[in-house]
């Protein structure tokens, strides 16, 4: 089984509609992230947190909000979706060192 | 700021050929750095990792990286490209407390028969 896994993997959804993005993991890991990959943009840092009272704004945190459950589950929410919120997005758990990758959730906001 | 720059947006080469995607980077002490690679349709997956030490880091999938100081550069290499290497590679670097990556806008790497 995948270490970290990301649900959905696609999703299709009109504007203005709230969309969930569920990350969860069985590394054991504190540190997890959500980043938002955009061609010829690379990854971009949404949020992130170090555990399950401490969540930190990234870069391009407007408009996502995010909710840490527990230790193994880290979820992205768009409150109100836009189009260019049209992104794959991925999910990172982190040692503390090096950072594990989700499959990505490709979102597409018509 | 950490920061790092991938001047290849795309690099094709031939199989069996050598390859070279660049990475320059700008980090305020010793750096870590980090290349990844991502295949179609998949997450991110570590090729290596500099720390410290020798300077020349070996990787998975017969990947290599030479950490040059004077050069900030941290040059991702393989002697001979197979065609399942076609993907997009990632330079990455942490921010001062290593609290997160700060990554590269990355090269798609193509091979050609």
């Known amino acids: 089984d995948a270490d970290v896994t990301q649900t959905p993997r696609n999703r299709i959804t009109k504007t203005g509609k709230r969309i969930m993005l569920e990350c969860s993991q069985t590394?054991?890991?504190?540190?997890m992230y959500w980043y938002r990959q955009d061609p010829g943009l690379g990854l971009q840092l949404i949020y992130y947190?170090?555990?399950?009272?401490?969540?930190n704004k990234g870069e391009i945190s407007d408009g996502y909000s995010v909710s840490r459950q527990a230790q193994a589950k880290f979820s992205l929410s768009l409150e109100s979706a836009i189009p260019n919120q049209t992104a794959l997005y991925f999910c990172?758990?982190?040692?503390?060192?090096?950072?594990?990758f989700g499959p990505g959730t490709r979102l597409t906001v018509l | 700021a950490q920061s790092v720059t991938q001047p290849d947006i795309h690099i094709t080469v031939s199989e069996g050929a050598s390859l070279e995607l660049r990475c320059n980077y700008s980090?305020?002490?010793?750096?870590?750095l980090f290349w990844y690679v991502q295949s179609p349709g998949q997450g991110l997956q570590l090729l290596l990792k500099?720390?410290?030490?020798?300077?020349l880091v070996q990787g998975i999938k017969g990947f290599e990286a030479e950490f040059k100081r004077s050069q900030s550069s941290f040059n991702l290499r393989k002697p001979s490209v197979h065609w399942s290497d076609a993907a997009e590679y990632f330079c990455?670097?942490?921010?001062?407390?290593?609290?997160?990556?700060?990554f590269g806008t990355g090269t798609r790497l193509l091979v050609s028969p």
């Open positions: 500099y720390f410290s030490g020798d300077t």
């Open positions: 980090y305020g002490a010793t750096p870590y």
């Open positions: 990172a758990t982190s040692d503390g060192w090096e950072q594990f």
């Open positions: 990455a670097v942490p921010n001062t407390g290593f609290q997160k990556l700060v």
């Open positions: 590394k054991g890991h504190d540190r």
């Open positions: 947190s170090f555990d399950v009272k401490d969540i």
